[in-house]
């Protein structure tokens, strides 16, 4: 099962916006598209999803064109805690199993 | 909104041992079940997965096996653990289709 492409690793800044884009190519009509947090030793936080266009929660944003190719995690102003790994996963098929990359480890600094 | 409970936190058995991690679900009625692993520094591959009471799939062939006696129990199983094992194992469900995964807490399993 083909699975979404993103970052490696990101470095940023307290105060900052971050911006992570995950492709994509595979994804099905009916699937959503879907942003995980895990912190070290702690099992992967559901932060946000979306269909098309954007949506934005109280944590995040999330921004899909129209293709639905892409997608792009928006973090506002990040401070130390939000140096995690995010993932992007994708649905493997009928049974809305998540097929998870290895995510990108976000960094801040202060 | 759902919550996943699983123990233990840490887990160091030997080469050889049985095992088994247990997962319950509360806040919720007939979830999809998930069990991961996720190797020092790596992401998470899918073990097994579950739709329904006595219905496993299994992802990979492997030392491992999953049951579910009850409609939110999930347990992680093995006869005899291999030094390959290791790893931190995470229980997930999932209320419906393209509703967010809830994760538990996880196990940390290391094999010696």
């Known amino acids: 099962l083909a699975k979404t492409t993103q970052p490696i690793s990101m470095d940023s800044y307290e105060g900052q916006e971050v911006n992570i884009t995950c492709s994509h190519n595979n994804i099905a009509t009916n699937d959503y598209i879907t942003w995980y947090q895990q912190f070290p030793s702690q099992g992967p936080r559901f932060i946000i999803q979306?269909?098309?266009t954007k949506v934005t929660n109280e944590v995040a944003s999330l921004f899909i064109p129209a293709d639905r190719k892409s997608s792009t995690l928006s973090l506002p102003r990040v401070s130390l805690s939000d140096t995690a790994v995010y993932y992007c996963?994708?649905?493997?098929?009928?049974?809305?199993?998540?097929?998870f990359g290895t995510g990108t480890l976000l960094a801040v600094q202060p | 909104s759902q919550t996943i409970h699983q123990w233990p936190a840490t887990l160091v058995q030997p080469v050889g041992s049985p095992l088994s991690l247990e997962c319950t679900v509360e806040?919720?009625?007939?979830?999809?079940l998930y069990w991961y692993r996720q190797a020092a520094g790596r992401g998470l591959q899918l073990l097994f997965y579950?739709?329904?009471?006595?219905?496993i799939s299994s992802e990979v062939p492997q030392n491992l096996s999953a049951s579910r006696p009850q409609d939110r129990q999930f347990i992680l199983s093995s006869k005899k653990l291999l030094l390959s094992d290791s790893g931190f194992y995470l229980c997930a469900c999932q209320h419906s289709k393209n509703y967010g995964y809830t994760f538990g807490s996880g196990t940390r399993l290391t094999v010696v």
């Open positions: 996963p994708e649905y493997g098929g009928a049974t809305n199993k998540l097929i």
């Open positions: 806040g919720t009625s007939n979830p999809n």
């Open positions: 579950s739709v329904g009471i006595g219905q």
């Open positions: 979306g269909y098309k």
